[in-house]
């Protein structure tokens, strides 16, 4: 089977949709050798911010020695990003073979009562099997969609993080906070410690008390140069460095144990300061099950070295212009995204923001359209090639009520390339909406 074999059926899965439940996930792992237990590993899941803890945790541990695997959902420019070695993406041929291989388990499994396999399911067995066969020695696992039904949730962690939480994919995951924080707490296990951002009460309450029933020790991030007095509860703290805006700069991480300052964080925007604290507690916490320390050395590489593709990529342009490609495509990321757009603007005196923007169905469009297009001095709209994207012309349609001079295109690259070429000097041109808008503008990279 070659790469693009491999790509064509992998897509033929895509009509079945995705299928809550894990008896299938199951069956297919136990049938290849249950990989996923060969290795330790530390599972995110949260609406805002799973990606970059993720790869902030397989980052921390890559630098402390350890072979460490990465499994992300969803990939931005190749799908080889989505399974990783110590950062290096898994090789096409490699991932053509494992489809090979698994595809005669899929094949059996769809003769049963358990049905098709998924095209996630295809590919969440398809990395841990490939951590296995690399024998790595953690692996950090993003969440798919939810938790408690997801596909990744047959792991057996050691530590489990779930990021701030809010409302997303209400129409699978439900409508309230706590009822999202529900599915979202079912990666909790039984004594094994989660650290979460989550602050909403409601969404915290259910994690607090999930986390009591299953004996888990919870540690909660919050922004904060020192813990509350008197607090009963197990708390990171983190802060600006004295040195720093809450913008720009290095960071204080205060653990329990340990006092990190100083810390550069290699991927950009003040909101992935708490993405950092979420993953310096869970490589803490999850080091710590296995009589194992944070080095913290290794600590301040993995998070000034940590790369992920669509967070505040930014891009010199001509005449002092800049490039930003940043894949906010739910209400929480685009209102974290917005602060760091406008502290970017002020430190490189741009003038102006053209807005290059296309969406799936899933999110609130016209929620992120008034965070995003409300600063922008001119709207390019335009729909990926996704299966759920959203017409160009609807995203046009609720951009004209927050700006006032909005335009229309058939692709990504057309709407790219458009607001690149249209703009003067000292603009900052700004691609979102959907990793999957970022992922078509590869070719924009390094202009």
Same mark, same amino acid.
């Given at each position: 089977?070659?790469?693009?074999?491999?790509? =064509?059926?992998?897509?033929?899965?895509? +009509?079945?949709?995705?299928?809550?439940?894990?008896?299938?996930?199951?069956?297919?792992?136990?049938?290849?050798?249950?990989?996923?237990?060969?290795?330790?590993?530390?599972?995110? &899941?949260? &609406?805002?911010?799973?990606?970059?803890?993720?790869?902030?945790?397989?980052? $921390?541990?890559?630098?402390?020695?350890?072979?460490?695997?990465?499994?992300?959902?969803?990939?931005?420019?190749?799908?080889?990003?989505?399974?990783?070695?110590?950062?290096?993406?898994?090789?096409?041929?490699?991932?053509?073979?494992?489809?090979?291989?698994?595809?005669?388990?899929?094949?059996?499994?769809?003769?049963?009562?358990?049905?098709?396999?998924?095209?996630?399911?295809?590919? &969440?067995?398809?990395?841990?099997?490939?951590?296995?066969?690399?024998?790595?020695?953690?692996?950090?696992?993003?969440?798919?969609?939810?938790?408690?039904?997801?596909?990744?949730?047959?792991?057996?962690?050691?530590?489990?993080?779930?990021?701030?939480?809010?409302?997303?994919?209400?129409?699978?995951?439900?409508? &309230?906070?706590?009822?999202?924080?529900?599915?979202?707490?079912?990666?909790?296990?039984?004594?094994?410690?989660?650290?979460?951002?989550?602050?909403?009460?409601?969404?915290?309450?259910?994690?607090?008390?999930?986390?009591?029933?299953?004996?888990?020790?919870? $540690?909660?991030?919050?922004?904060?140069?020192?813990?509350?007095?008197?607090?009963?509860?197990?708390?990171?703290?983190?802060?600006?460095?004295?040195?720093?805006?809450?913008?720009?700069?290095?960071?204080?991480?205060?653990?329990?144990?340990?006092?990190?300052?100083?810390?550069?964080?290699?991927?950009?925007?003040?909101?992935?300061?708490?993405?950092?604290?979420?993953?310096?507690?869970?490589?803490?916490?999850?080091?710590? +099950?296995?009589?194992?320390?944070?080095?913290?050395?290794?600590?301040?590489?993995?998070?000034?070295?940590?790369?992920?593709?669509?967070?505040?990529?930014?891009?010199?342009?001509?005449?002092?212009?800049?490039?930003?490609?940043?894949?906010?495509?739910?209400?929480?990321?685009?209102? =974290?995204?917005?602060?760091?757009?406008?502290?970017?603007?002020?430190?490189?005196?741009?003038?102006?923001?053209?807005?290059?923007?296309?969406?799936?169905?899933?999110?609130?469009?016209?929620?992120?359209?008034?965070?995003?297009?409300?600063?922008?001095?001119?709207?390019?709209?335009?729909?990926?090639?996704?299966?759920?994207?959203?017409?160009?012309?609807? $995203?046009?349609?609720?951009? +004209?009520?927050?700006?006032?001079?909005?335009?229309?295109?058939?692709?990504?690259?057309?709407?790219?390339?458009?607001?690149?070429?249209?703009?003067?000097?000292?603009?900052?041109?700004?691609?979102?909406?959907?990793?999957?808008?970022?992922?078509?503008?590869?070719?924009?990279?390094?202009?």
């Amino acid at each position: 089977m070659t790469f693009e074999e491999a790509l =064509a059926y992998m897509s033929g899965l895509l +009509r079945f949709g995705w299928k809550p439940g894990l008896s299938r996930i199951e069956e297919l792992c136990s049938l290849v050798g249950n990989p996923q237990n060969a290795y330790k590993v530390v599972h995110v &899941t949260g &609406t805002k911010g799973k990606g970059s803890t993720t790869a902030m945790a397989a980052s $921390i541990l890559h630098a402390h020695g350890l072979k460490t695997g990465s499994y992300f959902s969803p990939y931005v420019y190749d799908v080889c990003e989505r399974v990783q070695v110590d950062g290096e993406p898994i090789a096409r041929h490699v991932l053509a073979a494992l489809v090979n291989e698994l595809r005669v388990q899929i094949e059996l499994l769809s003769q049963t009562d358990l049905g098709q396999t998924t095209e996630f399911e295809l590919k &969440t067995a398809l990395g841990f099997l490939y951590f296995a066969r690399q024998q790595v020695d953690w692996a950090s696992i993003e969440v798919g969609l939810g938790g408690r039904l997801d596909a990744t949730n047959v792991v057996k962690p050691s530590c489990t993080v779930i990021t701030n939480i809010g409302l997303d994919h209400t129409e699978i995951l439900g409508d &309230t906070h706590a009822a999202i924080a529900y599915e979202k707490a079912g990666i909790i296990k039984e004594t094994v410690p989660v650290v979460t951002a989550a602050r909403n009460q409601e969404a915290l309450d259910v994690i607090t008390e999930i986390a009591r029933v299953r004996h888990a020790p919870l $540690i909660r991030i919050i922004e904060s140069q020192t813990p509350p007095v008197n607090s009963r509860e197990e708390l990171v703290c983190w802060s600006p460095a004295s040195n720093s805006d809450r913008h720009v700069g290095r960071m204080v991480i205060a653990t329990p144990t340990s006092v990190y300052e100083d810390v550069e964080i290699g991927l950009q925007g003040a909101y992935q300061r708490e993405n950092a604290a979420c993953a310096v507690a869970a490589v803490e916490q999850a080091l710590a +099950r296995h009589g194992l320390s944070v080095r913290p050395d290794a600590l301040r590489s993995g998070l000034a070295n940590c790369y992920l593709p669509g967070r505040m990529e930014t891009y010199a342009l001509p005449h002092e212009s800049q490039l930003v490609l940043d894949g906010a495509h739910n209400l929480m990321a685009a209102q =974290a995204l917005m602060p760091a757009v406008n502290a970017l603007i002020k430190r490189n005196d741009l003038q102006r923001i053209y807005l290059v923007v296309g969406m799936l169905t899933g999110h609130d469009p016209d929620e992120i359209m008034r965070t995003i297009a409300a600063f922008a001095d001119r709207t390019y709209c335009c729909a990926p090639q996704w299966k759920r994207a959203r017409a160009a012309e609807e $995203i046009g349609t609720l951009a +004209r009520n927050y700006c006032s001079d909005v335009r229309v295109f058939d692709t990504v690259m057309d709407a790219a390339l458009s607001a690149i070429g249209d703009a003067p000097g000292r603009t900052l041109v700004l691609v979102t909406g959907s990793f999957y808008t970022v992922g078509e503008c590869a070719a924009l990279r390094g202009r």
